[in-house]
Nanobody, 122 residues
Framework: VQLQASGGGLVRPGGSLRLSCVAS????????VAWFRQAPGKEREWVSC????????YYAGSVKGRFTMTRDMGENTYYLQMDNLKPEDTAVYYC????????????????WGQGTLVTVSS
């Protein structure tokens, strides 16, 4: 399985960005696709997760109501729409895939993309 993340950039506070994660390879191998992020000097944290079997989406409290994760089944692409961005959202964002027991535990994800940098600054 290969994951290719893109869409990062520089945006002002209150602005929006949409990240993309294209999955290829043995995509039936896993049930969950998630976004994680790692801010400078901090540990990587879970942001959101899409359950491919249930069709449900889950969010960390810090982004709930501002971020929306969706899927384009035909393109096997997962998006993270980020609205009302804040400086504390600045981080490298990673997409990951796997069959986690705990959706927020990065150790449970087998496959990772390369990361895309999001910078929120005026």
């Amino acid at each position: 399985v290969q994951l290719q993340a893109s869409g990062g950039g520089l945006v002002r506070p209150g602005g929006s960005l949409r990240l993309s994660c294209v999955a290829s390879g043995f995509t039936k191998h896993f049930y969950a696709v998630a976004w994680f992020r790692q801010a400078p000097g901090k540990e990587r944290e879970w942001v959101s997760c899409f359950d491919r079997h249930k069709g449900d989406t889950y969010y960390a409290g810090s982004v709930k109501g501002r971020f929306t994760m969706t899927r384009d089944m035909g393109e096997n692409t997962y998006y993270l729409q980020m609205d009302n961005l804040k400086p504390e959202d600045t981080a490298v964002y990673y997409c990951a895939a796997g069959s986690p027991i705990a959706i927020g535990d990065e150790a449970d994800y087998e496959f990772w993309g390369q990361g895309t940098l999001v910078t929120v600054s005026s």
